[in-house]
């Protein structure tokens, strides 16, 4: 049916929780019949409306066949410790390899707020030299090498002793 104002979706995790809950180990070859008749009666119910879950006990029947095949020994009480454990060594060792990288991206963050504050500090330090070079430019707006209309000081003095040898 599907998932019908939620209500069917629960009710497929019900019933996919009673197959995890079934037994790992039992006869070999069962079909889903057989599965089905060691299920709870709320979860035939479920079963006979919804066509999903009828395929989920199909899968669930010919994996636990297939699986009772291989003549698997019963795992023992530290297995999922063991498993655990060596999980865990596996990411220390990749861990050991990426290190570097790890740390660079640790200190990303870090680096990227001390850019942010050198970049306003050093707008902030050019915004008041420049403003310090105009109001030593005694009043005289512009650029010498782009306005032609400003003269350099320099080039007044020049250009007076050029004009009076002349005359």
Avoid at 46 to 52: E, G, I, M, P, Q
Avoid at 56 to 67: G, N, P
Avoid at 95 to 106: A, F, L, N
Avoid at 122 to 151: I, K, N, Y
Wanted: with cysteine.
């Amino acid at each position: 049916m599907g998932k019908l104002f939620g209500r069917e979706n629960e009710s497929c995790e019900r019933f996919r929780d009673a197959l995890d809950a079934l037994p790992v180990m039992g006869k070999r070859g069962r079909s889903a019949d057989e599965w089905r008749a060691e299920l709870p009666a709320t979860e035939e119910r479920h079963l006979a409306v919804c066509k999903s879950c009828g395929a989920a006990l199909e899968e669930f029947a010919e994996t636990r066949s297939a699986l009772a095949e291989l003549n698997l020994p019963e795992p023992g009480p530290w297995f999922a410790k063991r498993v655990m454990a060596a999980i865990e060594a596996k990411e220390r060792e990749e861990e050991g390899t990426d290190g570097v990288w790890i740390s660079v991206r640790r200190l990303a963050p870090r680096m990227v707020v001390v850019s942010a504050l050198l970049l306003v500090l050093g707008g902030s330090w050019a915004v008041q030299q420049r403003s310090r070079e105009l109001a030593t430019t005694d009043g005289r707006s512009g650029d010498m090498v782009f306005d032609s209309s400003v003269v350099p000081a320099w080039s007044d003095d020049g250009l007076s002793a050029i004009i009076e040898v002349r005359p």
